[in-house]
């Protein structure tokens, strides 16, 4: 379980073990969990694919590592909804903010 802060507000989320896509999950958090972490980790796949969206927060290293930071909110955050939904990494389509989830 991860546990995320925006401002004072304490969220939850888990990482699942594959993407659930549900646009009704992203509704009225303002991007809450795209703003709460450093970065995301990336396929490099995905890296070329940021990469040709226009992202410029990519990061890679010499180990094969590749990141799309997004401390103090994603750059493809827009109105507190991501303006890439079809084509947002993977991590983001398996993260699940347990607090928005239907009782
Ligand atoms: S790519 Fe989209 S879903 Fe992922 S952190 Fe950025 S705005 Fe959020």
């Known amino acids: 379980m991860l546990f995320f802060h925006r401002t004072r507000e304490k969220r939850h989320g888990?990482?699942?073990d594959r993407p659930l896509d549900d646009p009704r999950?992203?509704?009225d958090c303002d991007g809450a969990c795209c703003r709460?972490?450093?970065s995301v980790p990336l396929a490099w796949e995905e890296f070329l694919a940021l990469q040709a969206l226009g992202a410029r927060r990519l990061e890679s290293s010499?180990?094969?590592e590749y990141r799309?930071?997004?401390e103090n909110g994603c750059e493809?955050?827009?109105?507190?909804?991501?303006a890439i939904?079809?084509?947002?990494p993977e991590v983001c389509r398996r993260f699940y903010c347990e607090?928005?989830?239907p009782s």
């Open 85 to 88: 939904y079809p084509y947002r």
């Open 68 to 70: 799309l930071l997004i």
């Open 76 to 82: 493809f955050l827009a109105g507190g909804r991501c």
């Open 36 to 38: 709460a972490f450093p």
């Open 62 to 64: 010499l180990t094969g």
């Open 99 to 101: 607090d928005l989830a």
């Open 25 to 27: 999950r992203c509704r």
């Open 14 to 16: 888990i990482l699942l």
